[in-house]
Antibody
Framework: QITLKESGPTLVKPTQTLTLTCTFS??????????VGWIRQPPGKALEWLAL???????RYSPSLKSRLTITKDTSKNQVVLTMTNMDPVDTSTYFC???????????WGQGTLVTVSS | SYELTQPPSVSVSPGQTASITCSGD??????AYWYQQKPGQSPVLVIY???KRPSGIPERFSGSNSGNTATLTISGTQAMDEADYFC??????????FGGGTKLTVL
């Protein structure tokens, strides 16, 4: 059974750096083809893809946010970490992590964590 | 960057067929995926690789993808199908791209 759970601060101040951790179980991020992605959703708005890390440490970033994002993995801890620098109120969103398989796409999602950016 | 366009809303009567479209340049050359999201919940994959249903997804959900348009079809729509639906595709330059979402109302 694959599960993922996001953790991190619920409130950050403008200009601060956000660090989110995705802790997962039921799969290994060393399995060929597997990835973990981050997606966010502002309140009442659409999903926005942020970043993806593959089993082989290949990393992909949203072109519009690439300069602010870093994604890393710790295979031994079953964790993926996303950092986003220079947070702004417009970054207020629910942040999701998701398991990505070559065939099924984003087939398992975490429950999401709401991050509010406010002074 | 690659973009996917969906209608903001679709309405359907119970028992009827709902169709939700997703448009993008040569989308038919990519795989399309569809996610259902109910209020306060995480997205759930309902269609992968254009037309395949994951285990546990009712047969009334189907998909197609050709040319510039992918379509999610819900046959015999039920009240429980009322939700937001998002299409998604992978673009080599942009990464995973989501459509703007379609709110399906069953009335």
């Amino acid at each position: 059974q694959i599960t993922l759970k996001e953790s991190g601060p619920t409130l950050v101040k403008p200009t601060q750096t956000l660090t989110l951790t995705c802790t997962f179980s039921g799969f290994s991020l060393s399995t060929s083809g597997v990835g973990v992605g981050w997606i966010r959703q502002p309140p009442g708005k659409a999903l926005e893809w942020l970043a993806l890390i593959y089993w082989d440490d290949d990393k992909r970033y949203s072109p519009s946010l690439k300069s602010r994002l870093t994604i890393t993995k710790d295979t031994s801890k079953n964790q993926v970490v996303l950092t986003m620098t220079n947070m702004d109120p417009v970054d207020t969103s629910t942040y999701f992590c998701a398991h990505r398989s070559p065939m099924f796409g984003l087939d398992y999602w975490g429950q999401g964590t709401l991050v509010t950016v406010s002074s | 960057s690659y973009e996917l366009t969906q209608p903001p809303s679709v309405s359907v009567s119970p028992g009827q067929t709902a169709s939700i479209t997703c448009s993008g340049d040569n989308l038919g050359d990519k795989y399309a995926y569809w996610y259902q999201q109910k209020p306060g919940q995480s997205p759930v994959l309902v269609i992968y690789q254009d037309s395949k249903r994951p285990s546990g997804i009712p047969e009334r959900f189907s998909g197609s993808n050709s040319g510039n348009t992918a379509t999610l079809t819900i046959s015999g729509t039920q009240a429980m199908d009322e939700a937001d639906y998002f299409c998604q595709a992978w673009d080599s330059s942009t990464g995973d791209v989501f459509g703007g979402g379609t709110k399906l109302t069953v009335l």
